[in-house]
């Protein structure tokens, strides 16, 4: 006799547009590590710049003209920290107190953005969410890091 799986099939997240021009992105994350619930910080910027950077593509082919503006919140958080390198992991890591975290806006005015220079401030406010002093994920110069592992 053999067994059967069964497998739930949950959203890991969806895109929804509206007719008014507004674009809702949700993504769900339920990642842990030695038994604390992690963010994979860098890997969710990437996917923040690619989604962006194709949204607004979209918006400009639908007609929207900028301004556009971009908000990203974190719901569900409290408890949560960063992902590490094996380098890193001993255990002990600041964890988001607060349930909600609503990081800072920002104001596309060109469909030619730079969504990687202009994510920065947001991205550096996610790593202080995270007990960071700043996203690890930019060299000194501001310049974004490629295939960065922390």
């Known amino acids: 006799m053999s067994a059967t799986l069964k497998r739930e099939m949950t959203a890991a997240g969806y895109v929804q547009l509206f007719r ?3 674009i809702e992105a949700v993504e769900a994350y339920n990642h842990e590590h ?3 619930r992690v963010m994979n910080i860098w890997q969710t910027e990437e ?3 690619d989604a962006i950077t194709r949204y ?3 918006l400009t082919e639908a007609g929207v003209e900028p301004p556009i503006s971009v908000l990203l919140s974190l719901v569900g958080v409290r408890g949560y920290g960063l992902v590490p ?3 890193r992991d001993h255990r002990t890591r600041p964890l ?3 349930d909600v975290v609503t990081l800072p806006d920002v104001l596309i005015e060109d469909p030619k953005v730079d969504a990687p220079r202009m994510l920065h401030p947001v991205f550096d406010a996610l790593w202080q969410t995270f007990g960071q002093p700043r996203s690890y994920c930019y060299d000194e110069s501001e310049s974004r ?3 960065f592992r922390w």
Do not use: F, L, T
């Open 56 to 58: 607004v593509a979209v």
């Open 85 to 87: 390198s094996p380098q």
């Open 47 to 49: 996917e923040v710049i």
């Open 96 to 98: 988001v107190a607060r």
């Open 145 to 147: 890091v490629r295939n």
């Open 20 to 22: 008014s021009g507004q």
């Open 34 to 36: 030695n038994g604390v």
